[in-house]
């Protein structure tokens, strides 16, 4: 009996669960020690995330030009010297148009919030379930005027005061970090998969370096796709929008653009506040939004997606959407950019691994089956 309980599966799984339960309460119960080494993995992870992106941008130029025999050093200059003119051209011209609209939208807050405001106690007027609730008495003691609006904004502002000044901080310090991992990124990246090579036998290193390449492809193609499909569809809903004539085209087409790197949720996160303002202004205009929206999403998941993507991200909508939803509980925004492709990467690593294993099984089923030629000659000898 002993012998049995021994050999128990059910006893096994249930000292690995114990074991695990303890670990967790040990590390729960020192969990303070830990805290510089989060506080320094946080710290970096802002920087070393941005590098990496721009890494995956940008390293295809620095390849094209050492392909031209430009040494990489100079071939690095380049990038950076066009990096720099792209950023200099999109502060002259897309960022001023930004600022302007942006404050437009500010400033026109109160009328949006009082023809929200009247529509809402026209409709409560109309019908009398409704009167019974008081809403219009409700909706009447909300104060949108501009003075109440900018006295608010002024104490949320006071208040954040700290974090506001420490944000600012943040984002100088990253703009001189971020460059300087980029350029150690660009000049050293292609030694990575040579080194990890060094840490595997022999005969496992061409496998490895064939799936760091697919993993680098994966990324690569994403990262590109993303940055492909954000400009379209930001600037195919801007051209529609002013087709049309909606307010503000040029900042929702851009709000567009940014929410299309969150796959399947983010046409409707980009839709939200164009088709708030549409209704404001009339049912016809905010139709023409939904109209123009569902066009640009067709010909992006039609034509742009799949050529830009292709398989490299074959995944299941379904599989994308509890994705998301995991990643936004558990890190917010940011996971939810970065869940997509690290499940990408995720499931390249699962798939080359199971695939090598059913190809060292079909070969070692073709050894056993295979005559030995030698000892047959010498058995006719």
Same mark, same amino acid.
């Given at each position: 009996?002993?012998?049995?309980?021994?050999?128990?599966?059910?006893?096994?799984?249930?000292?690995?669960?114990?074991?695990?339960?303890?670990?967790?309460?040990?590390?729960?119960?020192?969990?303070?020690?830990?805290?510089?080494?989060?506080?320094?993995?946080?710290?970096?992870?802002?920087?070393?995330?941005?590098?990496?992106?721009?890494?995956?941008?940008?390293?295809?130029?620095?390849?094209?030009?050492?392909?031209?025999?430009?040494?990489?050093?100079?071939?690095?200059?380049?990038?950076?010297?066009?990096?720099?003119?792209?950023?200099?051209?999109?502060?002259?011209?897309?960022?001023?148009?930004?600022?302007?609209? !942006?404050?437009?939208?500010?400033?026109?807050?109160?009328?949006?919030?009082?023809?929200?405001?009247?529509?809402?106690?026209?409709?409560?007027?109309?019908?009398?379930?409704?009167? =019974?609730?008081?809403?219009?008495?409700?909706?009447?003691?909300?104060?949108?005027?501009?003075?109440?609006?900018? =006295?608010?904004?002024?104490?949320?502002?006071?208040?954040?005061?700290?974090?506001?000044?420490?944000?600012?901080?943040?984002?100088?310090?990253?703009?001189?970090?971020?460059?300087?991992?980029?350029?150690?990124?660009?000049?050293?990246?292609?030694?990575?998969?040579?080194?990890?090579?060094?840490?595997?036998?022999?005969?496992?290193? %061409?496998?490895?370096? %064939?799936?760091?390449?697919?993993?680098?492809?994966?990324?690569?193609? &994403?990262?590109?796709?993303?940055?492909?499909?954000?400009?379209?569809?930001?600037?195919?809903?801007?051209?529609?929008?002013?087709?049309?004539?909606?307010? &503000?085209?040029?900042?929702?087409?851009?709000?567009?653009?940014?929410?299309?790197?969150?796959?399947?949720?983010?046409?409707?996160?980009?839709?939200?506040?164009?088709?708030?303002?549409?209704?404001? %202004?009339?049912?016809?205009?905010?139709?023409?939004?939904?109209?123009? !929206?569902?066009?640009?999403?067709?010909?992006?998941?039609?034509?742009?997606?799949?050529?830009?993507?292709? =398989?490299? +991200?074959?995944?299941?909508?379904?599989?994308?959407?509890?994705?998301? +939803?995991?990643?936004?509980?558990?890190?917010?925004?940011?996971?939810?950019?970065?869940?997509?492709?690290?499940?990408?990467?995720?499931?390249?690593?699962?798939?080359?691994?199971?695939?090598?294993?059913?190809?060292?099984?079909?070969?070692?089923?073709?050894? !056993?089956?295979?005559? %030995?030629?030698?000892?047959?000659?010498?058995?006719?000898?």
């Amino acid at each position: 009996m002993p012998k049995k309980l021994k050999e128990s599966k059910v006893v096994l799984w249930l000292a690995i669960a114990l074991l695990c339960a303890t670990l967790i309460f040990v590390l729960s119960r020192i969990s303070f020690l830990f805290a510089p080494i989060g506080t320094f993995v946080s710290t970096l992870f802002g920087p070393v995330i941005a590098a990496g992106f721009l890494y995956y941008l940008l390293n295809p130029l620095v390849n094209l030009l050492e392909k031209i025999k430009v040494k990489r050093p100079l071939g690095i200059l380049i990038v950076f010297l066009v990096l720099i003119l792209a950023i200099v051209g999109i502060i002259m011209t897309v960022i001023p148009n930004l600022v302007t609209q !942006v404050t437009g939208l500010v400033s026109n807050i109160p009328y949006f919030l009082s023809k929200v405001q009247t529509g809402v106690s026209d409709f409560v007027s109309h019908h009398s379930m409704l009167q =019974k609730l008081n809403l219009t008495k409700l909706i009447s003691s909300i104060d949108v005027s501009p003075s109440k609006i900018a =006295k608010n904004s002024f104490f949320a502002f006071t208040n954040n005061l700290g974090s506001v000044v420490s944000s600012a901080a943040g984002i100088v310090i990253n703009l001189i970090t971020i460059p300087v991992i980029l350029f150690y990124f660009l000049k050293d990246g292609h030694k990575f998969g040579p080194n990890i090579r060094k840490f595997f036998p022999a005969r496992y290193r %061409d496998r490895v370096s %064939d799936l760091l390449h697919q993993m680098n492809k994966t990324i690569s193609r &994403y990262f590109a796709g993303q940055m492909i499909e954000c400009l379209f569809v930001g600037t195919c809903t801007f051209i529609g929008y002013t087709i049309i004539g909606m307010p &503000y085209a040029f900042l929702l087409g851009f709000v567009a653009g940014i929410c299309n790197i969150i796959p399947y949720l983010g046409p409707y996160l980009g839709i939200a506040p164009a088709l708030a303002i549409a209704l404001i %202004d009339s049912w016809p205009k905010a139709i023409a939004v939904v109209i123009i !929206v569902l066009i640009v999403q067709q010909v992006d998941g039609n034509f742009i997606y799949p050529n830009v993507v292709g =398989k490299a +991200l074959d995944i299941h909508p379904l599989t994308i959407i509890l994705i998301l +939803l995991a990643a936004g509980n558990l890190a917010g925004l940011l996971g939810m950019l970065l869940a997509i492709p690290l499940y990408a990467v995720a499931k390249t690593v699962v798939t080359y691994t199971v695939n090598l294993i059913h190809l060292s099984r079909e070969n070692n089923i073709v050894n !056993v089956d295979k005559p %030995d030629n030698n000892a047959n000659n010498k058995n006719s000898n």
